[in-house]
C-alpha cells in the first residue's frame, strides 16, 4: 500500500511574542521583549504550508493553544474573574503572565514522538506527548496537545496515543525535535533514531557544563517502549553536549534526516562513527542503504549553524527519489551557509533542490522550518482515517487567511498581553478554529461547564 509522510505544521497562535524565555536558545534569548507581531507570523507559516502542499506534498495543520493560560496561573495562586486573575499576575508577576502567554505551541516537532504503524508491535501509529518539562512556558502545553492529536487522530483502530511521561527532569522528552526516522520506504517497517542531550540515571555520561540538556535518555527508552519498538528498529545516540553548550538546544538544530539520508554537522554526535555504523547496518537489514551527508566544521561552524538554522531545515521526498531542502531565509543571508547550499545540490547525494522559505517571525523565537512541523508517516487507509478538517488544500488556506486576517493583531508587546481584552479575542478566533478544523471541544474554555 502507498505510504506518506505528513506534515503538520503549528499554526502561530494569536499572542506570539518574544518571551525571552528559553535559556540555551540563542534566538530567543537575543531577542527578548521585542515587538512581534502575531499575524505575520501566522501569514508566514501558512505560506509555507500552502507552498509545500501546491509541490504535492501532503500537509496538515495543528491548532494552537489557548492563551494566556488562565488555568495555569489560576494554578499559581493568582485568583478572581479570568481579567482579575491576569491583570494581578501582570502586577505582580510580569514573567509569570509571559509565560502564560507564549505561542510556544506552534513549534509542533516538539508537540510530540511519532511511530509509525510500520515500525510498532500492534501495527498501529504511536504518539507520545512531549512534556517539555524544561521549560515552564513549554510544560504546560501536553495535556491541550494529546487533545488537539486526539481530535486529528482519533480512529483507535489505526492510532493509539500515550500522555506525556512523568514531569520531572530525569524524564525530559522534547518530542520529534530529537527524533528521526529513516526508511527506504514510508510504508516499510525503518529504523527510529533518538538522540539524547544526558542520562539522568547514570553518571557516566557526560552532559553540557552551560545550558540545559532537555533530553534524557531515559525518556527516549520510555517513548521505545511504549511504542512498542523492537531493538533492531532502534538507535540512541548522545548529543555532543559541547555543542549544546553553544545553542544546539535540540538535535534537530544540528542535523536532519529523512528516507535513507542523514544531513548532519560535524560536531553533532558523540561517537559519531559508532553511531553511523549502527544506523548503517539497522538500516541495511530493512533494506535501505544510509547516506550520511557530513557538514565539515571546517565549512559551516556550530554558530553559523546556529544563526542560519542550516539543518533545521525540511527534507522532503519527491516522487523522482530526489529530495528538496526547505530552508529559511537566515540561510541565504549568511555567505558561507548559502556557498554550501549552492554546492550541496551538485555534489551527487539526493538533495537536489533548496527551496528558502521566510519564517523570520518564528525564527527569532528560535524555530524554522523543522521546527513548525510534526511528521508522520501513514498509509493510505491511516490518512482516510485523520481528521480531514486539517488537511491543508486551497481553500483550507484561504480560510485560514481570512481567519488570522480577522482576530490576529499586528503588534503585541509585553504590556498588551496584560489586556483582558486578547484573552477574549483568542477565545473567539480559537473556537471558530475548532469549527473550521472540526475538532470539537479542545481548549479548556470550551469544556468548563
Ligand atoms: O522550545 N522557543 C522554542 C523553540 C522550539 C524550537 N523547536 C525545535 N527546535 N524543534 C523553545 O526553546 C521561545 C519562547 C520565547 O522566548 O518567547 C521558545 O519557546
Given amino acids: 500500500m502507498k505510504a506518506y509522510e505528513v506534515n503538520f505544521d503549528g499554526l502561530v497562535g494569536p499572542t506570539h511574542n518574544y518571551g525571552g524565555l528559553s535559556y540555551g536558545n540563542v534566538a530567543s534569548q537575543s531577542n527578548s521583549h521585542q515587538g512581534s507581531n502575531p499575524r505575520e507570523a501566522a501569514r508566514q507559516g501558512l505560506a509555507k504550508m500552502k507552498a509545500l502542499a501546491d509541490l504535492g506534498f501532503k500537509q496538515g495543520v495543528l491548532a494552537p493553544q489557548e492563551r494566556p493560560d488562565v488555568a495555569a496561573l489560576r494554578q499559581l495562586g493568582f485568583a478572581g474573574t479570568d481579567a482579575q486573575v491576569i491583570q494581578r499576575a501582570a502586577r505582580e508577576a510580569m514573567p509569570l503572565l509571559v509565560a502564560s502567554c507564549s505561542a510556544s505551541s506552534m513549534w509542533v516537532a516538539n508537540a510530540a514522538t511519532v511511530s509509525p504503524s510500520a515500525d510498532t508491535a500492534d501495527g498501529r501509529v504511536h504518539f507520545t506527548a512531549a512534556n517539555l518539562n524544561c521549560k515552564y512556558h513549554r ?7 494529546s487533545r488537539v492529536l486526539a ?11 500515550h500522555p506525556a511521561l512523568p514531569s520531572v527532569a530525569q524524564f525530559g522528552d522534547e518530542g ?32 553540557p557544563q552551560k545550558y540545559p540538556a532537555r533530553q534524557t535518555l531515559e525518556a527516549s527508552q520510555a517513548v521505545v517502549r511504549l511504542h512498542g519498538l523492537s531493538a533492531d528498529a532502534v538507535v540512541y545516540a548522545q548529543q555532543n553536549p559541547a555543542v549544546i553548550d553553544q545553542g544546539v538546544f535540540h538535535n534537530d538544530v544540528i542535523a536532519v534526516g529523512n528516507g535513507e539520508v542523514l544531513f548532519y554537522h560535524e560536531d553533532a554526535f558523540l561517537d559519531t562513527e559508532a553511531v553511523l555504523t549502527e544506523l548503517r547496518a539497522k538500516l541495511a537489514a530493512k533494506g535501505g542503504e544510509l547516506q550520511a551527508i557530513c557538514v565539515p566544521r571546517a565549512t559551516v561552524s556550530v554558530e553559523d549553524a546556529v544563526r542560519s538554522y542550516l539543518f533545521n531545515s525540511q527534507l522532503l521526498s519527491r516522487n523522482d527519489g530526489s529530495m528538496l531542502l526547505v530552508v529559511p531565509e537566515e540561510c541565504r543571508n549568511n555567505e558561507r551557509v548559502w556557498t554550501y547550499l549552492q554546492q550541496l545540490t551538485s555534489l551527487g547525494t539526493a538533495v537536489r533542490e533548496v527551496q528558502v522559505f521566510d519564517l523570520k517571525q518564528s525564527m527569532q523565537n528560535g524555530g524554522g522550518p523543522a521546527c513548525l512541523r510534526l511528521r508522520v508517516a501513514l498509509n493510505e487507509t491511516e490518512l482516510a482515517a485523520v481528521n480531514q478538517g486539517v488537511i491543508m488544500s ?9 481567519w488570522v486576517d480577522r482576530h490576529y493583531r499586528d503588534r503585541l508587546v509585553d504590556a498588551d498581553l496584560a489586556d483582558p481584552l486578547l484573552l477574549q479575542e483568542c477565545r473567539t478566533a480559537l473556537d471558530e478554529l475548532t469549527q473550521i478544523l472540526k475538532l470539537g471541544s479542545v481548549y479548556p474554555f470550551q469544556r468548563q461547564p
Fill in 139 to 145: 510544560s504546560i502545553e501536553h495535556p491541550t496537545t
Fill in 151 to 161: 481530535a486529528m487522530f482519533g480512529d483507535e483502530a489505526h492510532f493509539s496515543h
Fill in 176 to 207: 520529534a525535535a530529537n527524533h528521526t526516522r529513516f526508511c527506504r520506504d514510508y510504508g516499510q517497517a525503518g529504523v527510529e533514531f533518538f538522540v539524547y542531550g544526558r542520562s539522568a540515571f547514570d553518571s557516566r555520561y557526560p552532559a
Fill in 394 to 402: 486551497a481553500p483550507l488556506y484561504e480560510t485560514l487567511l481570512q
